[in-house]
């Protein structure tokens, strides 16, 4: 069935560049969504790309999408204390109202 | 401003007792999910709903069941609490045009 993998952790230093790693196994995916959870609330839409982009940029926030690797990453540039949430990758698959949710990365800042 | 409200964010319940978590979103829309949130697991489905009185079973439905009388209401409930249920539950919504889900804030349920 349908899979989206992530590492449950990383840690950087505050001012460094983060990159969050997804992988995805549904070749017909058409939008992959990057979600932000701080902690104690719910989950926040970050930015999403459709399958027929390769990059979208958005201030600090830069995804890139390898499709023939099934491969989806996030880089947050400058990353600062208030980026340390949990970030999920997701991927709307086959079904017209579920979403394939990745385990979530636990982005960890270091001063 | 979009917005999903989940009826309370702590709850504590016995081991036993039906606990009933309620969702209400205002932006109209026809899907509505609940979920749960353990560490490591990420999110998991338990139940949707595409439109009132429809509901489909998600991934992990055993032991819940869902109501949706009204369109912005859609209600989780625990028929007999049991301590493997404690968890973080998360309410959310999207339109059928867009496939963005808009999340509530959460109830943590701690069931002793």
């Known amino acids: 069935g349908e899979d989206v993998e992530q590492s449950l952790f990383l840690s950087v230093r505050e001012g460094d560049s983060s990159v969050i790693n997804c992988t995805y196994t549904d070749s017909s995916s058409t939008y992959l969504y990057w979600y932000k959870q701080e902690p104690g609330a719910g989950l926040q839409l970050l930015t999403y790309?459709?399958?027929n982009m390769d990059m979208k940029q958005d201030q600090r926030l830069t995804v890139l999408l390898n499709k023939k690797d099934k491969h989806l990453s996030l880089r947050i540039a400058d990353t600062q204390t208030g980026d340390s949430a949990i970030y999920f990758c997701a991927e709307k698959g086959d079904s017209n109202y579920q979403l394939i949710w990745g385990a979530g990365t636990k982005l960890i800042i270091k001063p | 401003d979009v917005k999903v409200t989940q009826s309370s964010r702590y709850l504590v319940k016995r081991t036993g007792e039906k606990v009933f978590l309620e969702c209400v979103q205002d932006m109209d829309h026809e899907n509505m999910f609940w979920y749960r949130q353990d560490p490591g697991l990420g999110l998991r489905l338990i139940y949707f709903s595409y439109d009132v009185k429809m509901k489909e079973k998600g991934d992990i439905p055993e032991g819940y069941s869902v109501s949706r009388e009204k369109k912005e209401r859609f209600s989780l409930i625990l028929e007999s609490a049991s301590t493997n249920q404690t968890s973080m539950y998360l309410c959310?919504?999207?339109?059928?045009?867009?496939?963005?889900?808009?999340f509530g804030p959460g109830t943590r349920l701690t069931v002793t």
């Open positions: 790309i459709f399958s």
């Open positions: 959310a919504s999207t339109s059928r045009l867009t496939y963005e889900q808009y």
